[in-house]
């Protein structure tokens, strides 16, 4: 489990679940066509044989309940909150590694489709993937040429919390079928590994970075010499740095072979009589 979705889970695993939606966005262009170019063309011709008109990436978007609301809102808020239950909604997916995060972009949200949950039967996050990673023996491994990717994570997760009964609308069962990412990826025929050895690599570099495994140098905290405190404001010292400046100009000008500096103009401040 990773650190980040370990400590997410600390603070927020045992609230309950209010809502969880199915969301999918389309796989983005780039790396179909890397895999197209792999295949010389073959992968996009089994992904039409297949009937695949697009190519999503498959997530759930689960509305908890949040208990955790300042008490500066509450008191903004009045008896609102007596009304309006806090929630917080959150983003489950696995790519390279799995992931719990707030949803960032706009279209994480258009796209969705609602699982219902089962009535009478409270389900936390915790439970939710408890259950699942208990049962499911590749909930953490990612491998698209297994179809052990995030389809089959999202369908897995869904069906062992025995939540795919509850379903009755057509189109969220049909989007909520994985896709055959083994046939695809067999199209790469010889470099079919080259698939997995990318998001293994991306796996390692995310446990790396986000894991703390790499440990980031502190630079030292600059110390500064203070000063010895010197009242400038009495003619006296100001007199003294003036000619204290003048004379270093001297030695500069005269080492540089140039013209001695002349004498300071009289300040106008100062009258004649």
């Known amino acids: 489990m990773p650190l980040r979705v370990r400590n997410l889970l600390e603070k927020v695993g045992n609230e309950l679940i209010l809502k969880i939606q199915l969301g999918r966005t389309p796989v983005q262009d780039l790396p179909l066509k890397i895999l197209n170019f792999l295949s010389d063309s073959k992968f996009t011709n089994k992904q039409l044989e297949l009937g695949y008109d697009e190519i999503y990436h498959n997530y759930l978007l689960i509305t908890i309940k949040n208990s955790h609301v300042p008490d500066t809102l509450q008191h903004i808020l009045g008896n609102v909150t007596q ?6 909604i959150l983003k489950l997916e696995k790519a390279q590694r799995i992931a719990l995060k707030r949803p960032t972009i706009p279209d ?3 796209d969705v489709y609602d699982i219902p949950l089962t009535p009478n ?10 259950t699942a990673s208990n049962v499911d023996k590749n909930f953490y491994k990612y491998d698209a040429s297994e179809n052990n990717m995030c389809q089959t994570f999202v369908e897995n997760i869904i069906d062992i919390n025995g939540l795919t009964p509850n379903i009755v609308d057509q189109a969220t069962l049909n989007a909520l079928k994985p896709i055959d990412a083994k046939a695809l990826i067999s199209t790469l025929g010889s470099r079919s590994h080259i698939v997995k050895m990318a998001t293994d690599l991306g796996a390692r570099l995310d446990k790396l970075v986000f894991d703390h495994k790499i440990k980031w140098k502190k630079p030292q905290p600059k110390e ?23 004379e270093l100009e001297k030695h500069a000008r005269s080492l540089l072979h140039c013209t001695p500096p002349q004498p300071p103009p009289e300040s ?4 004649r009589f």
């Open 83 to 88: 009304n309006v239950t806090p929630r917080t």
């Open 108 to 110: 994480e949200l258009i």
């Open 121 to 130: 039967k409270p389900l936390t996050l915790n439970r939710l993937i408890s």
């Open 224 to 246: 500064f010499t203070l000063l010895h405190y010197v009242n400038v404001t009495d003619s006296e010292s100001t007199n003294s740095i003036y000619y204290a400046v003048l």
């Open 268 to 271: 106008s401040l100062y009258f």
